[in-house]
């Protein structure tokens, strides 16, 4: 993964699960932990953008909450560790690629509210949210083409 193709406020949500990961005592850094870190930046666009489609962002919390709170502990050597989990993982490359597509310089959390929309599915509960990369390319083609008109 390419962080230096992530915005500086995307590169800090990463620092800011990392530290959630290391403080948490988890060995991997996970989607949830993201999450949790983006939910909690003030200064963000997460919790706005979960607003105004009309999410609970205190029951999205409360589900990242109780997801970490499921995840192994590690103490003694290999304690504060963190890797990068498989699923985080998988998660950054679909938006680099999705950058990509999209014809987008850098991977953004202020994307979802900056370029034209995104469209979400999954469930905001159970913390299975996630981008419908065709959905959010067509509606981010359609408004380019009304710009233009």
């Known amino acids: 993964m390419q962080f230096d193709r992530f915005t500086v406020k ?3 949500a990463v620092n800011a699960s990392r530290l959630l990961a290391e403080r948490s005592g988890h060995q991997e850094l996970l989607p949830e932990h993201l ?5 909690e930046d003030r200064e963000g666009v997460v919790s706005s953008v979960l607003e105004r489609l009309g999410a609970n962002t205190t029951a999205v919390r409360a589900g990242a909450t109780t997801a ?3 995840v192994p502990k ?4 290999g304690a504060g560790e963190v890797r990068l989990s498989r699923r985080l993982s998988r ?8 950058a990509k597509r999209l014809t ?4 953004s959390v202020e994307a979802a509210r900056r370029d034209y929309g995104v469209v979400l599915t999954g469930s ?8 419908d990369v065709e959905a959010t390319a067509k509606l981010r083609a359609e408004s380019r083409a009304r710009a233009r008109s």
């Open 74 to 77: 590690v103490t003694g050597g």
């Open 10 to 12: 995307s590169r800090e």
């Open 91 to 98: 998660v950054f490359e679909e938006a680099s690629e999705a």
């Open 68 to 70: 970490l709170a499921g």
């Open 124 to 131: 905001l509960e159970d913390v299975t949210l996630a981008v």
């Open 104 to 107: 987008d310089e850098y991977v």
């Open 35 to 39: 999450l949790f870190a983006l939910l």
